[in-house]
């Protein structure tokens, strides 16, 4: 259709002389490809055209045409573009000649180039940037890039469209020139939190056929503003730390959040709080909001923090959120022992539960880590109670013994129920006072003593002991000898105790003759209050001495008249002429006796049996032997040393009794004995003057003494121990009345009389001292009575007439001056 339109309009040219032929074809035709029939149009035949050798001619332009002479058409030579050869210039056409020769002639030809929708809208930059805050209002314009299509009319650039179009919208404006000014215009707010980069395609198309289009991508980067406040994750942190946390410890991280970037989002933390002292306490690290201990809490102190903490943004933005740190208790506190009364010392009768000390425990710690348990050390008769909350006391749970144990110390350990637990000690020493609750002892349930006989009055003889388990006063033991008789005498005049020491002292001499044993009790008492006692009984067992000589019994030595034994001259070998028979009030050894044959007028006639002092014939009696026959017989005893005893038998060797009588009658008067009495009278005289002399001193020496004595003991609370004299006989020197034998002693019946028997010439007797009877005892042989009168005073005057012989009367003074001296007697 076209192309019979075409031809039409050719054929309207076709009438001028020059001839005029117009073409009208698209673009972009292929090489050869037909453009029109000029033989036809212009009237030619393709001979007239070779023989005039037809050209096209162009002037200087390209020829995009030729002529095909043999076929009389045009055809297209060369690429015809029309943006090439027009541009924007509608429309567009190619000028040319078609020229002849013979005859000249021309033709002009037109060939329209009609476009086509080749070129498709393009854009010169590939990409549009735009950098937009976020804050940008809406209505706000943005240009962009325009496009270009090379192609005219309906194949130009026809429209714009941008998508997405969720923030902005495009908006065009014609220009003068007939273009657009495309421009894009916010219509919603940006959020750079949201999307921080819009990428957008702004399309631009054509109208031809096929609709071409280009696109240009436009990317918005969205610029932040500070519009978003910092936020806290949450708003309250909670954290828990140990009260014994070391400085440094990390409590909890706070974060916010700042949607902004930049110094918009970048935040700083900070502790508000001001007036307590968290921020000594705490700190936070102001880049990462992680909050530190830096102090040292006490959950005794304060359990609970509350931070204030803010955030900021460099804009100024700012938000708050609360830390709360609870302190957890630790048990770091040991339990504190304060001691509120406490006793020193407590008396050993307390009742158990009595309380010797109050205590008051505190422990700063709570709950379990505060709650105190306080027990005592073992084997301590105390126990621990608690009272009332942490108040403990310390009481007595037994009887208290000061005589096993008189100090305690106790422990008390305090533990709190931590784990681990805390404990604290303290020590109490308690003394523990004595009470009198001990008697004394002594040492054995009894005591048993010996001392031998002609003690030395004033003899310790022996010590009892009493121990007294309590202390002091109360232990301090006094000896005190209880009353009691021996022999009907009060047991003081034979011993006393020392009340200190417990010494028992013999106060006078014993005779073992006299008695051989006693016993009385000592008391043992202590010094407490009431004072508690206890006693023994203490025997005392004299010894025997050998102190006394065999006594002869028979034959009776009688002064003046001669006994005889008569023997017959008829008498065997072995006759029993007598038996001498003697014994010793010693005891044992001392005692055991046995006869010699001392002297005698025919020692070969008798012998005297050893044992049994029996006297017989050892031959026969012949008509030589004279009739008289003295025989001195020696008793001795066993003892050590030994003592003895003579006897002189007379034996009359005769059939009838006047041959015995006619030979004793002259018997002759010892004239051995006469000769020794003169010079024991002489020596005798000298020793009683001596002894009177001495006598008088020691006397007077005494009285003072004793005067002095009684002053001291005036003065002194001391019991008082009898005070006894050394023994006279042995300041005399004599030494005899410690061994009194063979001399005659004097007696007093009646005091008041006072006259002196003296006993025979053979008797023995015995003289006793006996200080506690202030009186002498005498004890006689045989018959003869024991005179005994302890209050009067021995008067036996020293006259040689009331004596027989002069040797014994001063025997007898002896005897009494040595008495009167044990007795202190000052009256002579
Ligand atoms: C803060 O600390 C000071 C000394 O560091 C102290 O004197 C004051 O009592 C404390 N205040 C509080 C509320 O703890
Ligand atoms: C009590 O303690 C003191 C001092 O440590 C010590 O001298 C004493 O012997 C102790 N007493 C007892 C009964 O353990
Ligand atoms: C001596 O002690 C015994 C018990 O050992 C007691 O029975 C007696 O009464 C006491 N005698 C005196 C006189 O205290």
Same mark, same amino acid.
């Given at each position: 259709?076209?192309?019979?339109?075409?031809?039409?309009?050719?054929?309207?040219?076709?009438?001028?002389?020059?001839?005029?032929?117009?073409?009208?074809?698209?673009?972009?035709?292929?090489?050869?490809?037909?453009?029109?029939?000029?033989?036809?149009?212009?009237?030619?035949?393709?001979?007239?055209?070779?023989?005039?050798?037809?050209?096209?001619?162009?002037?200087?332009?390209?020829?995009?045409?030729?002529?095909?002479?043999?076929?009389?058409?045009?055809?297209?030579?060369?690429?015809?573009?029309?943006?090439?050869?027009?541009?924007?210039?509608?429309?567009?056409?190619?000028?040319?000649?078609?020229?002849?020769?013979?005859?000249?002639?021309?033709?002009?030809?037109? %060939?329209? /180039?009609? @476009?086509? !929708? *080749? $070129?498709?809208?393009? &854009?010169?930059?590939?990409?549009? #940037?735009?950098? =937009?805050? +976020?804050?940008?209002?809406?209505?706000?314009?943005?240009?962009?890039?325009?496009?270009?299509?090379?192609?005219?009319?309906?194949?130009?650039?026809?429209?714009?469209?941008?998508?997405?179009?969720?923030?902005?919208?495009?908006?065009?404006?014609?220009?003068?020139?007939?273009?657009?000014?495309?421009?894009?215009?916010?219509?919603?707010?940006?959020?750079?939190?949201?999307?921080?980069?819009?990428?957008?395609?702004?399309?631009?198309?054509?109208?031809?056929?096929?609709?071409?289009?280009?696109?240009?991508?436009?990317? %918005?980067? /969205?610029? @932040?503003? !500070? *519009? $978003?406040?910092?936020? &806290?994750?949450?708003?309250?942190? #909670?954290?828990? =730390?140990? +009260?014994?946390?070391?400085?440094?410890?990390?409590?909890?991280?706070?974060?916010?959040?700042?949607?902004?970037?930049?110094?918009?989002?970048?935040?700083?933390?900070?502790?508000?709080?001001?007036?307590?002292?968290?921020?000594?306490?705490?700190?936070?690290?102001?880049?990462?909001?992680?909050?530190?201990?830096?102090?040292?809490?006490?959950?005794?102190?304060?359990?609970?923090?509350?931070?204030?903490?803010?955030?900021?943004?460099?804009?100024?933005?700012?938000?708050?959120?609360?830390?709360?740190?609870?302190?957890?208790?630790?048990?770091?506190?040991?339990?504190?022992?304060?001691?509120?009364?406490?006793?020193?010392?407590?008396?050993?009768?307390?009742?158990?539960?009595?309380?010797?000390?109050?205590?008051?425990?505190?422990?700063?710690?709570?709950?379990?880590?505060?709650?105190?348990?306080?027990?005592?050390?073992?084997?301590?008769?105390?126990?621990?109670?608690?009272?009332?909350?942490?108040?403990?006391?310390?009481?007595?749970?037994?009887?208290?013994?000061?005589?096993?144990?008189?100090?305690?110390?106790?422990?008390?350990?305090?533990?709190?129920?931590?784990?681990?637990?805390?404990?604290?000690?303290?020590?109490?020493?308690?003394?523990?006072?004595?009470?009198?609750?001990?008697?004394?002892?002594?040492?054995?349930?009894?005591?048993?003593?010996?001392?031998?006989?002609?003690?030395?009055?004033?003899?310790?003889?022996?010590?009892?002991?009493?121990?007294?388990?309590?202390?002091?006063?109360?232990?301090?033991?006094?000896?005190?000898?209880?009353?009691?008789?021996?022999?009907?005498?009060?047991?003081?005049?034979?011993?006393?105790?020392?009340?200190?020491?417990?010494?028992?002292?013999?106060?006078?001499?014993?005779?073992?003759?006299?008695?051989?044993?006693?016993?009385?009790?000592?008391?043992?008492?202590?010094?407490?209050?009431?004072?508690?006692?206890?006693?023994?009984?203490?025997?005392?067992?004299?010894?025997?001495?050998?102190?006394?000589?065999?006594?002869?019994?028979?034959?009776?030595?009688?002064?003046?008249?001669?006994?005889?034994?008569?023997?017959?001259?008829?008498?065997?070998?072995?006759?029993?002429?007598?038996?001498?028979?003697?014994?010793?009030?010693?005891?044992?050894?001392?005692?055991?006796?046995?006869?010699?044959?001392?002297?005698?007028?025919?020692?070969?006639?008798?012998?005297?049996?050893?044992?049994?002092?029996?006297?017989?014939?050892?031959?026969?009696?012949?008509?030589?032997?004279?009739?008289?026959?003295?025989?001195?017989?020696?008793?001795?005893?066993?003892?050590?040393?030994?003592?003895?005893?003579?006897?002189?038998?007379?034996?009359?060797?005769?059939?009838?009794?006047?041959?015995?009588?006619?030979?004793?009658?002259?018997?002759?008067?010892?004239?051995?004995?006469?000769?020794?009495?003169?010079?024991?009278?002489?020596?005798?005289?000298?020793?009683?003057?001596?002894?009177?002399?001495?006598?008088?001193?020691?006397?007077?020496?005494?009285?003072?003494?004793?005067?002095?004595?009684?002053?001291?003991?005036?003065?002194?609370?001391?019991?008082?121990?009898?005070?006894?004299?050394?023994?006279?006989?042995?300041?005399?020197?004599?030494?005899?009345?410690?061994?009194?034998?063979?001399?005659?002693?004097?007696?007093?019946?009646?005091?008041?009389?006072?006259?002196?028997?003296?006993?025979?010439?053979?008797?023995?007797?015995?003289?006793?001292?006996?200080?506690?009877?202030?009186?002498?005892?005498?004890?006689?042989?045989?018959?003869?009575?024991?005179?005994?009168?302890?209050?009067?005073?021995?008067?036996?005057?020293?006259?040689?007439?009331?004596?027989?012989?002069?040797?014994?009367?001063?025997?007898?003074?002896?005897?009494?001056?040595?008495?009167?001296?044990?007795?202190?007697?000052?009256?002579?």
């Amino acid at each position: 259709m076209r192309w019979q339109v075409l031809l039409f309009i050719l054929v309207l040219h076709f009438g001028s002389v020059t001839g005029q032929v117009s073409y009208s074809i698209p673009e972009e035709m292929p090489k050869g490809s037909f453009v029109g029939d000029v033989t036809q149009d212009l009237g030619l035949d393709v001979k007239r055209l070779n023989s005039g050798k037809a050209r096209i001619y162009t002037g200087d332009g390209a020829e995009y045409i030729e002529l095909n002479k043999e076929r009389g058409v045009l055809l297209v030579k060369d690429r015809i573009d029309r943006e090439v050869i027009c541009a924007q210039t509608a429309p567009c056409a190619l000028h040319f000649q078609v020229i002849l020769e013979n005859p000249m002639e021309f033709y002009s030809i037109t %060939v329209e /180039v009609t @476009d086509i !929708n *080749d $070129n498709a809208p393009i &854009f010169k930059r590939g990409e549009m #940037k735009f950098r =937009i805050s +976020e804050s940008a209002i809406p209505g706000a314009v943005f240009l962009l890039q325009q496009a270009t299509d090379l192609d005219v009319g309906v194949n130009g650039l026809q429209n714009y469209f941008l998508k997405p179009t969720d923030n902005f919208i495009l908006r065009l404006q014609n220009q003068a020139d007939g273009s657009k000014m495309v421009e894009m215009v916010l219509q919603k707010p940006l959020d750079r939190e949201n999307e921080d980069h819009l990428s957008l395609i702004l399309t631009a198309v054509d109208a031809g056929e096929p609709r071409l289009s280009g696109t240009v991508q436009v990317h %918005v980067n /969205v610029l @932040d503003s !500070n *519009d $978003n406040a910092p936020v &806290f994750t949450h708003k309250t942190y #909670k954290s828990t =730390i140990r +009260e014994d946390s070391p400085s440094g410890t990390q409590v909890v991280t706070v974060s916010a959040h700042d949607s902004d970037e930049g110094s918009n989002g970048e935040v700083s933390y900070a502790i508000l709080n001001l007036l307590d002292n968290v921020s000594d306490l705490f700190e936070i690290i102001r880049e990462t909001g992680e909050v530190r201990l830096i102090g040292n809490v006490d959950y005794e102190k304060r359990r609970l923090y509350e931070l204030d903490v803010q955030v900021s943004d460099q804009g100024g933005l700012s938000d708050a959120c609360k830390v709360i740190v609870d302190v957890t208790d630790v048990n770091d506190n040991p339990p504190s022992i304060n001691i509120m009364s406490n006793a020193n010392a407590v008396s050993e009768s307390v009742k158990p539960g009595t309380v010797v000390t109050m205590l008051n425990i505190q422990d700063a710690d709570s709950n379990d880590n505060g709650k105190v348990i306080c027990v005592l050390n073992e084997n301590v008769p105390f126990t621990i109670k608690s009272t009332t909350n942490n108040f403990f006391t310390v009481m007595t749970d037994s009887e208290l013994d000061r005589e096993r144990s008189s100090e305690y110390n106790i422990t008390v350990t305090c533990s709190d129920e931590g784990v681990p637990s805390l404990s604290s000690s303290v020590t109490l020493t308690l003394q523990i006072s004595d009470v009198n609750d001990n008697a004394p002892v002594f040492e054995r349930s009894s005591y048993e003593a010996y001392i031998v006989e002609n003690n030395t009055p004033g003899l310790s003889i022996f010590t009892v002991k009493a121990r007294d388990a309590d202390w002091n006063q109360n232990a301090r033991v006094s000896y005190i000898l209880e009353d009691s008789s021996v022999n009907g005498v009060p047991v003081s005049s034979y011993v006393s105790v020392s009340a200190d020491s417990g010494v028992i002292h013999a106060v006078r001499s014993f005779d073992y003759e006299q008695i051989k044993d006693f016993h009385f009790r000592v008391k043992a008492q202590d010094g407490g209050s009431p004072p508690l006692s206890s006693n023994v009984t203490v025997k005392i067992l004299i010894q025997d001495q050998n102190d006394n000589p065999p006594q002869v019994l028979y034959p009776v030595q009688t002064g003046g008249s001669v006994v005889a034994e008569m023997v017959p001259r008829s008498a065997d070998v072995g006759y029993l002429v007598t038996k001498v028979v003697a014994v010793d009030v010693d005891s044992g050894q001392n005692a055991w006796l046995s006869y010699k044959l001392q002297k005698a007028t025919d020692r070969a006639l008798f012998e005297v049996g050893l044992q049994n002092g029996e006297i017989r014939t050892i031959r026969q009696v012949t008509d030589k032997d004279t009739v008289k026959q003295r025989l001195t017989v020696i008793v001795e005893d066993n003892g050590q040393p030994s003592r003895s005893a003579t006897v002189i038998v007379n034996v009359a060797v005769a059939d009838s009794f006047p041959e015995v009588l006619s030979e004793f009658t002259d018997f002759p008067h010892d004239k051995e004995y006469n000769d020794n009495l003169t010079f024991y009278l002489v020596l005798a005289l000298a020793v009683v003057s001596f002894l009177f002399i001495t006598c008088l001193v020691v006397i007077i020496s005494v009285k003072i003494y004793r005067w002095r004595q009684s002053r001291i003991l005036y003065h002194s609370n001391l019991p008082v121990i009898p005070y006894y004299p050394p023994r006279y006989s042995d300041t005399l020197g004599t030494g005899t009345l410690q061994h009194v034998y063979n001399y005659e002693v004097c007696r007093t019946t009646d005091s008041r009389k006072s006259d002196c028997k003296f006993g025979g010439a053979g008797s023995q007797n015995v003289l006793i001292m006996d200080p506690s009877s202030t009186g002498t005892m005498q004890r006689v042989q045989g018959e003869k009575s024991i005179l005994d009168e302890p209050d009067s005073p021995l008067e036996c005057p020293p006259s040689p007439a009331a004596s027989l012989s002069p040797y014994r009367s001063l025997m007898s003074m002896t005897t009494l001056l040595s008495l009167r001296g044990a007795h202190m007697r000052p009256t002579l």
